[in-house]
Protein backbone atom coordinates (compact mmCIF):
# COMPACT_ATOMS: atom_id res chain seq x y z
CA UNK A 1 0.00 0.00 0.00
CA UNK A 2 1.20 3.44 -0.62
CA UNK A 3 -0.08 6.66 1.40
CA UNK A 4 0.60 9.90 -0.59
CA UNK A 5 0.25 13.45 0.73
CA UNK A 6 -1.74 16.11 -1.76
CA UNK A 7 -0.80 19.66 -1.49
CA UNK A 8 2.94 20.14 -2.80
CA UNK A 9 3.14 16.27 -4.30
CA UNK A 10 -0.54 15.81 -6.80
CA UNK A 11 -1.09 19.69 -6.98
CA UNK A 12 1.14 22.99 -6.96
CA UNK A 13 -1.00 24.73 -4.32
CA UNK A 14 1.66 27.02 -3.61
CA UNK A 15 1.75 28.23 -7.55
CA UNK A 16 -2.28 28.71 -6.94
CA UNK A 17 -2.17 30.33 -3.97
CA UNK A 18 -0.10 32.86 -5.22
CA UNK A 19 -1.69 33.85 -8.17
CA UNK A 20 -4.80 34.18 -6.27
CA UNK A 21 -2.49 36.45 -3.60
CA UNK A 22 -0.67 38.69 -6.24
CA UNK A 23 -3.97 39.24 -8.20
CA UNK A 24 -5.98 39.93 -5.68
CA UNK A 25 -4.34 41.94 -3.40
CA UNK A 26 -1.86 43.65 -6.47
CA UNK A 27 1.62 41.43 -4.54
CA UNK A 28 4.40 40.23 -5.90
CA UNK A 29 5.32 36.96 -3.57
CA UNK A 30 7.47 33.85 -5.36
CA UNK A 31 5.55 31.26 -6.83
CA UNK A 32 8.03 29.32 -4.89
CA UNK A 33 7.51 28.01 -1.45
CA UNK A 34 11.44 28.06 -0.66
CA UNK A 35 11.14 31.67 -1.08
CA UNK A 36 8.16 32.52 0.94
CA UNK A 37 8.31 34.56 3.71
CA UNK A 38 5.64 35.84 2.92
CA UNK A 39 5.34 38.92 5.20
CA UNK A 40 1.83 38.79 5.49
CA UNK A 41 0.27 38.94 8.68
CA UNK A 42 -2.94 36.51 9.19
CA UNK A 43 -1.80 34.13 6.41
CA UNK A 44 -4.17 31.37 7.79
CA UNK A 45 -6.66 34.71 7.19
CA UNK A 46 -5.34 34.31 3.55
CA UNK A 47 -5.42 31.11 3.03
CA UNK A 48 -8.81 30.25 4.33
CA UNK A 49 -10.28 33.24 2.31
CA UNK A 50 -8.26 31.36 -0.92
CA UNK A 51 -9.48 28.00 -0.49
CA UNK A 52 -12.75 29.57 0.25
CA UNK A 53 -12.86 30.61 -2.70
CA UNK A 54 -10.70 28.74 -5.46
CA UNK A 55 -11.27 25.36 -4.21
CA UNK A 56 -13.33 24.27 -7.44
CA UNK A 57 -10.42 25.30 -9.57
CA UNK A 58 -7.12 24.05 -8.06
CA UNK A 59 -7.37 21.27 -9.86
CA UNK A 60 -5.82 23.23 -13.25
CA UNK A 61 -2.72 23.25 -10.83
CA UNK A 62 -2.21 19.61 -10.91
CA UNK A 63 1.85 19.07 -11.18
CA UNK A 64 2.55 17.93 -15.12
CA UNK A 65 2.68 13.96 -15.46
CA UNK A 66 0.73 12.87 -12.78
CA UNK A 67 -2.17 11.44 -13.91
CA UNK A 68 0.01 9.28 -16.37
CA UNK A 69 2.08 8.34 -13.93
CA UNK A 70 -0.34 8.39 -10.64
CA UNK A 71 -2.52 6.28 -12.97
CA UNK A 72 -0.06 3.68 -13.82
CA UNK A 73 0.85 2.85 -10.15
CA UNK A 74 -2.56 2.28 -8.83
CA UNK A 75 -2.56 -0.57 -11.00
CA UNK A 76 -0.14 -2.32 -8.97
CA UNK A 77 -1.16 -0.06 -5.90
CA UNK A 78 -3.64 0.39 -3.39
CA UNK A 79 -3.27 4.18 -2.78
CA UNK A 80 -4.79 5.95 -0.19
CA UNK A 81 -4.07 9.75 0.14
CA UNK A 82 -4.51 11.64 3.42
CA UNK A 83 -4.04 15.14 3.43
CA UNK A 84 -4.06 18.02 5.78
CA UNK A 85 -7.00 20.14 3.43
CA UNK A 86 -9.76 21.77 5.81
CA UNK A 87 -12.53 19.24 5.55
CA UNK A 88 -15.03 21.55 5.01
CA UNK A 89 -13.48 21.79 1.24
CA UNK A 90 -13.74 17.76 1.14
CA UNK A 91 -16.55 17.15 -1.92
CA UNK A 92 -14.37 20.08 -3.91
CA UNK A 93 -11.25 18.21 -3.36
CA UNK A 94 -12.54 14.87 -4.20
CA UNK A 95 -14.32 16.46 -7.48
CA UNK A 96 -10.14 18.25 -8.04
CA UNK A 97 -9.09 14.79 -8.09
CA UNK A 98 -11.46 12.91 -9.95
CA UNK A 99 -8.58 12.39 -13.00
CA UNK A 100 -6.48 10.19 -10.75
CA UNK A 101 -7.36 6.61 -9.05
CA UNK A 102 -7.35 6.22 -5.41
CA UNK A 103 -8.61 3.47 -3.16
CA UNK A 104 -9.44 6.14 -0.43
CA UNK A 105 -8.62 9.88 0.78
CA UNK A 106 -8.64 11.05 4.06
CA UNK A 107 -8.65 14.83 5.58
CA UNK A 108 -6.48 14.78 8.71
CA UNK A 109 -5.97 17.92 9.78
CA UNK A 110 -3.59 17.50 11.80
CA UNK A 111 -2.88 13.90 12.93
CA UNK A 112 -1.45 12.72 9.23
CA UNK A 113 1.20 10.61 11.81
CA UNK A 114 -1.19 9.14 13.28
CA UNK A 115 -3.57 8.19 10.80
CA UNK A 116 -0.71 6.55 8.59
CA UNK A 117 0.55 4.53 11.92
CA UNK A 118 -2.65 2.64 11.67
CA UNK A 119 -2.54 2.23 8.12
CA UNK A 120 1.15 0.92 8.18
CA UNK A 121 1.78 1.51 4.49
CA UNK A 122 4.89 0.08 2.75
CA UNK A 123 5.31 3.28 0.47
CA UNK A 124 4.73 6.99 1.86
CA UNK A 125 5.09 9.77 -0.32
CA UNK A 126 5.14 13.13 1.13
CA UNK A 127 6.78 16.93 1.16
CA UNK A 128 7.08 17.95 4.53
CA UNK A 129 10.63 17.54 5.72
CA UNK A 130 9.40 17.19 9.10
CA UNK A 131 6.73 13.71 8.23
CA UNK A 132 9.49 12.53 5.38
CA UNK A 133 12.20 12.18 8.50
CA UNK A 134 9.57 11.08 11.10
CA UNK A 135 7.70 8.19 8.14
CA UNK A 136 11.41 7.31 7.71
CA UNK A 137 12.20 6.58 11.37
CA UNK A 138 9.38 4.41 11.67
CA UNK A 139 10.54 1.84 9.22
CA UNK A 140 8.38 3.27 6.07
CA UNK A 141 9.81 3.55 2.27
CA UNK A 142 9.48 7.68 1.69
CA UNK A 143 9.61 9.01 -1.89
CA UNK A 144 9.78 13.09 -1.87
CA UNK A 145 9.75 15.50 -4.60
CA UNK A 146 12.87 17.73 -5.19
CA UNK A 147 12.34 20.88 -3.69
CA UNK A 148 14.19 23.59 -2.07
CA UNK A 149 12.63 23.31 1.17
CA UNK A 150 13.31 18.90 1.10
CA UNK A 151 17.58 19.78 0.29
CA UNK A 152 19.49 17.60 3.18
CA UNK A 153 16.96 14.94 3.53
CA UNK A 154 18.78 12.58 1.69
CA UNK A 155 19.32 9.69 3.93
CA UNK A 156 15.44 10.09 4.76
CA UNK A 157 14.11 8.95 1.80
CA UNK A 158 14.37 8.87 -2.04
CA UNK A 159 13.80 12.02 -3.75
CA UNK A 160 11.99 12.20 -7.50
CA UNK A 161 12.01 15.20 -9.88
CA UNK A 162 8.57 14.33 -11.31
CA UNK A 163 6.05 11.98 -11.08
CA UNK A 164 7.82 9.66 -14.11
CA UNK A 165 10.99 9.47 -12.26
CA UNK A 166 9.05 8.69 -9.27
CA UNK A 167 6.99 5.85 -10.98
CA UNK A 168 10.56 4.37 -12.29
CA UNK A 169 11.80 4.45 -8.66
CA UNK A 170 8.71 2.42 -7.30
CA UNK A 171 8.42 0.04 -10.71
CA UNK A 172 12.17 -0.72 -10.58
CA UNK A 173 12.43 -0.72 -6.93
CA UNK A 174 15.60 1.73 -7.41
CA UNK A 175 17.04 -0.03 -10.32
CA UNK A 176 18.87 2.55 -12.47
CA UNK A 177 17.15 2.55 -15.63
CA UNK A 178 19.60 3.21 -18.98
CA UNK A 179 16.26 2.84 -21.74
CA UNK A 180 16.67 -0.85 -21.89
CA UNK A 181 13.95 -2.87 -21.12
CA UNK A 182 14.42 -5.00 -17.79
CA UNK A 183 12.88 -8.35 -18.29
CA UNK A 184 11.45 -8.12 -14.45
CA UNK A 185 10.01 -5.01 -15.00
CA UNK A 186 6.67 -6.73 -15.98
CA UNK A 187 6.42 -8.68 -12.84
CA UNK A 188 6.30 -4.81 -10.55
CA UNK A 189 6.68 -5.05 -6.55
CA UNK A 190 4.96 -7.16 -4.44
CA UNK A 191 2.45 -5.17 -2.32
Not at 47 to 58: L, N, R, S, V
Request: overall charge positive; charged content about 30%.
Amino acid sequence: MIVCDIDGVILHISRHFTRWYNKKYHKGISENPSHWRYGIDNVNVYFKEFFDTCTPHIYDYIFDDVEQYFNKLSEKYTIWLVTAFPEEHKFDRIENLSKINYANIIFSKNKKIDIVEKIKPRICIEDKPELIEYFHKAGIKVYYPERNYTKGLNGYGIKFLNWGDLYNKIHYNGRKVYGKKDNNSEKGLVH
